[in-house]
């Protein structure tokens, strides 16, 4: 049972701020865990703490049960994968991926088994006489990988490995990671700073920001439901439209309005957390998604309809992004892939307000 837990963690390097402050994380054992966030966010140094390449300055690490803060790195039994793979020129795929095995007087015939296993789960067995420099980026990758497969260690953590491929060959091998781990089930930690990659490989996400854990939930969860105005513009892609405005009270209905052409009705479940705003500033949020084209939405509610200005159309094959503008603000719309609005014309949106996000403009935090 390889659980990881980090208690009240902190780093900071010699007279410098805290890098990672005060992170508090439980993995659970088999569980794919991505740990998100901007450069410099201290995700790597939170691996590193992790792998006892780091020393933490505060808190305690625990793997498997077992305090391992005094723990030297070599027996952490973790193996981890680095963005620069970090393989040796001079020695084979064979010998890369055994040399671990090898240090640690494996028999020879067990080392041979587990590198053959290793590299036919990675579709490398017919380039293990290779060395580095005459293998593409994509097969050093997955020599990297395999060197840590043949472990056979209580945890995986992978630190952006894939960063240095091209966009088609990150998200096969995105994909082939994913596969990796539903096949070994074994407790795995990925740093990146792609959200997609985020999204579609974690059982769970921990987003990051200035060294501290924002959110850590199911990637759906966190979507759907974003802590704060952070987590809200990092995890989807466009990201999340936001508008500054007000709230506004006519009729006894409440209507987000942004000073310029969006006024739109706010749904009553939301009127009671909405209320303390009441002719206050807020800050409203909704997803491109979220918002269609009123030529192509059978029943609009003209509450929640806006004629804004259409300043340009990207078509990306199975969708459209709308580029728009309110007078005060741009925003984006993904709409259906044959969706063709005039350019530099007004057009007809609706706002899906049950699906509208709003958020506390000073402190930035989640109202609904
Ligand atoms: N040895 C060091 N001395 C001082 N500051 C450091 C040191 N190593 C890292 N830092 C700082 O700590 C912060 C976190 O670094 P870290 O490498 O963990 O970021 P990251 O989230 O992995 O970023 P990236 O996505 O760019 O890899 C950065 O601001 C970095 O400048
Ligand atoms: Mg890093």
Same mark, same amino acid.
């Given at each position: 049972?390889?659980?990881?837990?980090?208690?009240n963690?902190?780093?900071?390097?010699?007279?410098?701020?805290?890098?990672? $402050?005060?992170? $508090?994380?439980g993995?659970?054992?088999? /569980?794919?865990?991505?740990?998100? &966030?901007?450069?410099?966010?201290?995700?790597?140094?939170? *691996?590193?703490?992790i792998?006892?390449?780091?020393?933490?300055? /505060?808190?305690?690490?625990?793997?498997?049960?077992?305090?391992? $803060?005094?723990?030297?790195?070599?027996?952490?039994?973790?193996?981890m994968?680095?963005?620069?793979?970090?393989?040796?020129?001079?020695?084979?795929?064979?010998?890369n991926?055994?040399?671990g095995?090898?240090l640690?007087?494996? @028999?020879?015939?067990?080392?041979?088994?587990?590198?053959?296993? +290793?590299?036919?789960?990675?579709?490398?067995?017919h380039?293990?006489?290779?060395?580095?420099?005459?293998?593409?980026?994509?097969?050093?990758?997955?020599?990297?990988?395999?060197?840590?497969?043949?472990?056979? %260690?209580?945890?995986? *953590?992978?630190?952006? @490995?894939?960063?240095?491929?091209? +966009?088609?060959?990150?998200?096969?091998?995105?994909?082939?990671?994913?596969?990796?781990?539903?096949?070994?089930?074994?407790?795995?930690?990925?740093?990146?700073h792609?959200?997609?990659?985020?999204?579609?490989?974690?059982?769970?996400i921990?987003?990051?920001?200035?060294?501290?854990?924002?959110?850590?939930?199911?990637?759906?969860?966190?979507?759907?439901? %974003?802590?704060?105005?952070?987590?809200?513009?990092?995890?989807?892609s @466009?990201?999340?439209?936001?508008?500054?405005?007000?709230?506004?009270k006519?009729?006894?209905?409440?209507?987000?309005?942004?000073?310029?052409?969006?006024?739109?009705?706010?749904?009553e479940?939301?009127?009671?957390?909405?209320?303390?705003?009441?002719?206050?500033?807020?800050?409203? &949020?909704?997803?491109? /998604?979220?918002?269609?084209?009123?030529?192509?939405?059978?029943?609009?509610?003209? /509450? $929640?309809?806006?004629?804004?200005?259409?300043?340009?159309?990207?078509?990306?094959?199975?969708?459209?992004?709308?580029?728009?503008n309110?007078?005060?603000?741009?925003?984006?719309?993904?709409?259906?892939?044959?969706?063709?609005?005039?350019i530099?014309?007004d057009?007809?949106?609706?706002?899906?307000?049950?699906?509208?996000?709003?958020f506390?403009?000073?402190?930035?935090?989640?109202?609904?």
């Open positions: 049972m390889a659980q990881v837990s980090l208690k963690v902190s780093k900071a390097y010699k007279g410098g701020v805290k890098v990672v $402050n005060s992170v $508090n994380l993995i659970e054992n088999k /569980e794919f865990l991505v740990l998100v &966030g901007p450069s410099g966010c201290g995700k790597s140094t939170t *691996l590193r703490i792998a006892g390449l780091e020393e933490a300055s /505060e808190g305690d690490v625990y793997i498997a049960d077992k305090k391992v $803060n005094d723990v030297p790195a070599k027996d952490r039994d973790v193996a994968v680095f963005q620069t793979y970090a393989l040796y020129p001079h020695m084979s795929a064979f010998e991926m055994s040399f095995l090898r640690r007087k494996y @028999p020879k015939s067990e080392i041979t088994r587990r590198v053959n296993e +290793a590299a036919d789960v990675l579709g490398i067995r380039l293990l006489g290779r060395r580095p420099a005459e293998l593409s980026g994509g097969e050093r990758q997955r020599v990297a990988v395999g060197r840590a497969i043949v472990r056979k %260690p209580l945890v995986f *953590l992978f630190d952006e @490995p894939l960063s240095n491929l091209d +966009a088609k060959l990150r998200v096969q091998m995105r994909t082939e990671i994913h596969k990796l781990h539903i096949r070994l089930q074994t407790t795995m930690i990925y740093v990146t792609d959200q997609v990659e985020a999204m579609t490989m974690g059982d769970r921990a987003v990051m920001k200035d060294g501290l854990i924002h959110q850590i939930d199911t990637p759906m969860n966190i979507y759907d439901h %974003p802590k704060n105005k952070f987590v809200a513009s990092f995890i989807g @466009p990201p999340m439209n936001f508008m500054d405005g007000r709230i506004i006519k009729d006894s209905k409440l209507y987000f309005d942004d000073g310029s052409r969006i006024k739109v009705k706010i749904v479940e939301m009127f009671p957390k909405l209320m303390p705003y009441l002719d206050g500033e807020i800050t409203f &949020g909704i997803r491109a /998604e979220d918002i269609y084209d009123k030529l192509f939405v059978s029943v609009a509610p003209p /509450e $929640n309809v806006v004629r804004v200005h259409c300043e340009v159309f990207e078509p990306m094959g199975s969708e459209v992004y709308l580029y728009l309110s007078g005060k603000h741009t925003f984006i719309a993904r709409v259906g892939a044959h969706d063709r609005p005039q530099n014309q057009i007809d949106l609706v706002f899906d307000m049950s699906k509208v996000h709003f506390d403009k000073n402190t930035e935090e989640t109202i609904i």
